[in-house]
C-alpha cells in the first residue's frame, strides 16, 4: 500500500518506461516515457520522500505468432509480445514496491494489470481498478470497429475468450469485471456498450460526473476497496483530462475532466491509502504543446503521492509575444 514518506517503510516506486505505440493509430506514444522524464517525474517524487528506481524502457520479447482471432485486430501479434514481456515484469516490480507504468497507449494495460493481479492473488487479494479515461476499452475483435487493441485492453485483462491468445496462457487470475470502476467516460462503441452491461462494469460517465462531482463516485469505490482488503491499480489515460488543458493524446474526446477534478481524485486517493500500481498512458508529445501535458501527468502523479496545493511550484508564464 502507498504511505506517507515520513513514515517508516515508504514503498520504493519502481518506474517503467513502455514505448508502445502499435495498439492505435495515431504515431508518437513511443515517446511519452522519456517526454514524463524529461518533465521531472523522478526528480519530482524524490523530493516528496520517496526512493525511486527507473528501470528505463521495457523491449517486448519475440513470440511465436500466437495466431490473428477471428474479427479485427491489428497489430495482434506486436500486442501479444508487449503484453506478456510486460505482465512478467509487472509481476516482478509489485512484489517489491510500487510499480508506475509510463506509456505507451492503453494496450499496455493488457500486460501492467495482469501483472499486478498475478500479485495480488498471491497475497490472496483482490484487485480494483480505476479506468480514468474517455473510452472504456471494452471491445473485442469481434466488437472493434477500428481494430485498434488499445480499445480492447479491459477486456483482456478480465479474461474475456475473444482475447485469450495474447497471453502465453490463459489467465489465471483475470480481474473481476465488477471490479472495475470508470471514470470520465464520454466515448462507447454500440456494441461495446452491450458487453459493458452483460458483465456488470461500474461506469460513472461525464454526466455522472457533472451532476454529483468526482467525489460520490470514487468514495464508493475507495469505501469497497478498503471493506475487502483489496488492492487498487489506477489506469489514467491523457484523454480523461479534457483536451484543452492536456493536449497530446490522439483520441481527443471534448468534455473531460478538469484540473482540478484531476487533483482532486489524485489527492483522494492519496488519502485512502489504497493505490499499489499506476499506469500513465496515451501520452503523445509529438502533438503536446511545450511539454504542457508531460508536465500536468507529473503534477498529478505528485498528488496521488501526497503533494499538497502549498507545495507546487508555480509555473513561469511563458512569453506573450514571439520575436522574429
Known sequence: MMQLPDQDTPPAIHLLGVPLQDGTHEKGCLMGPDALRTAGIIETLEQLGFECLDHGNLAPQKITPAGKPAGNALEFDTIAGWTRTLAEKAYHLARTGFPLFMGGDHSLSMGSVAGVARHAAEQQKDLFVLWLDAHTDFNTPLTSISGNMHGM???????????????????????A????????IRSIDQKERDLLRQHQVKINDMRVLDEMGVIRPLMELIDEVKSRDAMLHVSLDVD???PEIAPAVGTT????????????????LHESGCVTSLDLVELNPFLDHRGKTAELLTDLTASLFGRKI?????????????RF
Not at 502549498?310 to 514571439?322: E, L, N
Open 153 to 175: 485492453s479491459v477486456a483482456a485483462f478480465c479474461g474475456l475468450p475473444e482475447l485469450s491468445a495474447v497471453y502465453e496462457q490463459p489467465l489465471a487470475h483475470p480481474v
Open 240 to 242: 480523461f483530462l479534457d
Open 310 to 322: 502549498f507545495d507546487r511550484p508555480t509555473r513561469r508564464p511563458g512569453p506573450r509575444h514571439r
Open 253 to 268: 474526446v471534448p468534455g473531460g475532466a478538469t484540473l482540478r477534478e484531476a487533483h482532486l481524485i489524485m489527492e483522494l
Open 177 to 184: 469485471p465488477s471490479q472495475v470502476h470508470m471514470m470520465g
